[in-house]
């Protein structure tokens, strides 16, 4: 393999220019690179100075995630060493920044003895955001450059800041205008000019005469806001460690939380997300030169919640939207929701009074199909019901142009089987977007038996426009993620007959970390869509319906929060849940009516029952080819169902937990008298337990 560090030689001045790409992310390769380049340098008599830079897009976007425990990220030489090089060099040396700056890369470029940069590159350590603090030494000298308070709050928060904030400071000597290489050169003869003396980071003395009340109050505002996760309270450790202690002192505080963090199950599952992200985009079998569809109109049918939730973020990304409804009332109210909403976002600050006209003036309302006729993207937000999904997919077909693509924003019913209501079924498929449709980020992309490649491809790219992250599904009842919470649910609704109470069920997994347990969650969806789910499945198998307790609850017209009343009762113009002496009642007559003799149930219970749930489902789900890989079903449960990030997704939590005690406890509740056969634990589940294997 060529060296990824380029060496050009002008006169007294060696530029080792980085370009590994896309980001110059700090693999072995590129550190073995720098420290050859850096080698060669040293050896020409007529090198007197360095500039290192990287290219346009990135002086380095930090660590290769991808060496995390392989042999190659443990290969000498590790980064440290090389930032030793650096600041130990005999000759003088300068970075050079552009673009990216981050985690490793900006504690590479610390470790020069001179830094310029662009005005807009982008500085920062990133790390806390993947459990982690900076490792090479980032947390003794960043404050050390830029004072105490500014490192605190740029490592804890790993935002990163434009290089022009931190002019004048030993950051950032130069702030370069125009070509960044020739700047640089400059200075680094300007520093040859002007003898000026190297300067490591590391001998600079942290000054700072509030230091301890400073550090305290931050312990407090840190450790209440990091909750779940120990990294942040580790970052500020190591950067306290920079005032008291020796350079070298400090460096093994820092070394010490990072191998500490790095075995935390909380930065294992940061890790796993980070990386998880980027693999729900590549989607198996679909070639990556495939040529979009483009998308420069859109289609709504719908202005309801969902109708206006799903136009707002066509809206904000700058693409046009026509909006359907049926009656002019209807409309009238659809738009006026979604400029309410744009009105409330700047009264918040969040938007210029300007930016909600241009918003409001890229959708028109319509009453009338043929506005579809140049729409490139048509998205149906309609009732839940076949016989409406079937008039309005063959209407579209007869209206829209060859090339649009049809989609369903149902959240259950048989993609294939809507597809089949046009004469063009491989333009057709699901997306399926989440509630409120303008703020979650979860977009499940159904693919249909017959959706063609460029369609799944550009409907990819278009929830990537959007600020979506989308995950691929196949067709089933509930694609991915509702077919899941299906058993959580039933899993939940078990508990209940058994003897629990919403109350500690909802409390224990909320205690877990679900961002709302399963009861509160269906009074805030509203139980009548279940109960209609519930008959529908069994109409479609020809049995009678057999009452549930939630059944029970919509038979009396408690539908949830819309009612005022659910599981729980809830106070006007309040969200809050109120444990209700009616649920219990009707909950107590049910367990009377089945001859369920309730039993004391533990929240540890509550916990296994429906978290293992999860992962039964999402085992069969694999195992089917519904959805690709593991981590795209935590991506769906972290991004919609509110699952805690610091546990990873249910799959990875799985993984921790151990596949072997998962089955062992699936078949201990399959065992269970009259235990439904949902409990058996999938065989994909089974045999990744007993070949030693993992999901992940």
């Given amino acids: 393999m060529s060296n990824p560090v380029s060496i050009q030689v002008s006169g007294p001045v060696a530029v080792l220019t980085m370009d590994r790409p896309p980001v110059n992310s700090l693999g072995y390769d590129l550190r073995a690179g720098i420290a ?76 020069c003895h001179f830094r310029v940069a662009l005005a807009d590159a982008q500085l920062g350590l990133p790390e806390v955001k993947i459990g982690l603090l900076p490792g090479a030494g980032g947390t003794q000298r960043l404050p050390r450059l830029i004072g105490l308070e500014a490192a605190l709050n740029m490592i804890v928060s790993g935002a990163p ?84 202690k020796s350079f070298d002192e400090g460096v093994q505080v820092e070394r010490e939380g990072f191998l500490s963090l790095m075995a935390s199950p909380e930065s294992r599952a940061l890790r796993h997300v980070f990386s998880a992200e980027r693999a729900a985009a590549k989607i198996p079998g679909l070639p990556a030169d495939t040529v979009l569809r483009k998308i420069a109109k859109v289609g709504v049918i719908g202005a309801g919640t969902m109708g206006g939730g799903i136009t707002m973020n066509f809206l904000n990304a700058g693409i046009p939207v026509v909006l359907l409804e049926t009656q002019q009332e209807a409309l009238d109210k659809g738009l006026a929701t979604v400029r309410r909403n744009y009105e409330n976002s700047m009264k918040k600050g969040k938007l210029k009074p300007e930016q909600v006209e241009q918003r409001m003036g890229l959708v028109t309302g319509t009453l009338s199909y043929e506005a579809f006729a140049d729409a490139d993207l048509v998205i149906e937000a309609v009732f839940e019901n076949m016989d409406v999904k079937k008039t309005v997919f063959e209407t579209l077909d007869k209206v829209c142009k060859p090339g649009a693509i049809l989609a369903s924003n149902t959240s259950y019913l048989n993609i294939d089987q809507i597809a089949s209501f046009t004469q063009r079924p491989s333009d057709v498929l699901g997306l399926h977007f989440f509630s409120p449709a303008n703020v979650m980020r979860l977009l499940e992309v159904v693919r249909g038996a ?105 038979e009396v017209g408690r539908f949830g929060q819309k009612t005022g009343a659910g599981y729980y009762r809830y106070e006007a113009g309040k969200r809050d849940p109120i444990p209700d002496a009616l649920t219990e009642k009707l909950i107590a007559d049910y367990r009377s009516a089945n001859a369920i003799t309730p039993r004391k149930i533990s929240d540890d219970e509550v916990v296994e029952r429906c978290i293992f ?84």
Wanted: charged share 20%; glycine share 10%; proline share 6%.
């Fill in 36 to 111: 050859d380049a850096l080698d060669a340098a040293n050896a020409n008599p007529a090198v007197q100075i360095i500039v290192l830079t990287g290219t346009a897009r990135a002086f380095s976007a930090g660590a290769d995630v991808t060496e995390f425990g392989t042999p190659k990220g443990a290969k000498e030489p590790n980064l440290r060493v090389v930032i030793g090089m650096l600041e130990n060099n005999a000759k003088p040396i300068v970075g050079a920044i552009a673009g990216q700056c981050l985690g490793g890369g900006l504690e590479l470029a610390m470790g």
């Fill in 613 to 696: 749930a999860l992962v039964n489902e999402g085992a069969r789900i694999l195992d089917e080819g519904i959805a690709a890989r593991a981590s795209d079903i935590d991506i769906a449960y972290l991004n919609g169902y509110g699952f805690p990030l610091h546990r990873g997704g249910p799959m990875l939590y799985a993984d921790i937990v151990g596949l072997p005690n998962v089955v062992r406890a699936l078949r201990r509740f399959a065992a269970e008298p009259g235990a439904d056969a949902s409990w058996q634990p999938a065989p994909y589940l089974v045999k990744l337990a007993d070949d030693g294997k993992t999901f992940n």
């Fill in 450 to 554: 017959k959706t063609a490649p460029d369609v799944l491809a550009t409907s990819m790219a278009v929830a990537k426009t959007i600020k979506k992250i989308a995950i691929v599904s196949g067709v089933c009842d509930g694609f991915i993620g509702n077919r899941m919470l299906a058993r959580y649910g039933a899993a939940a609704q078990g508990l209940l007959n058994a003897g629990a109470l919403p109350q500690q069920i909802d409390g224990a997994l909320q205690k877990y970390g679900m961002a709302m347990g399963p009861f509160r969650m269906g009074d805030l969806a509203g139980l009548d869509i279940g109960w209609a789910t519930r008959k529908r499945k069994a109409a479609e198998a020809g049995v009678p319906l057999k009452p549930s307790v939630p059944d029970l609850l919509c």
């Fill in 161 to 244: 800041v434009a290089a022009a904030k931190f002019a004048g400071t030993a950051l950032v000597d130069r702030i370069i205008d125009g070509d960044l290489v020739a700047g640089a050169v400059a200075f680094a003869e300007e520093v040859l000019e002007k003898k000026l003396p190297a300067r490591r980071a590391r001998d600079l003395k942290v000054k700072d005469p509030q230091a301890e009340a400073f550090l305290q109050f931050a312990r407090n505002t840190v450790g209440a806001m990091s909750k779940n996760f120990p990294a942040p309270l580790k970052c500020l450790e190591a950067v306290a460690a920079s005032c008291g």
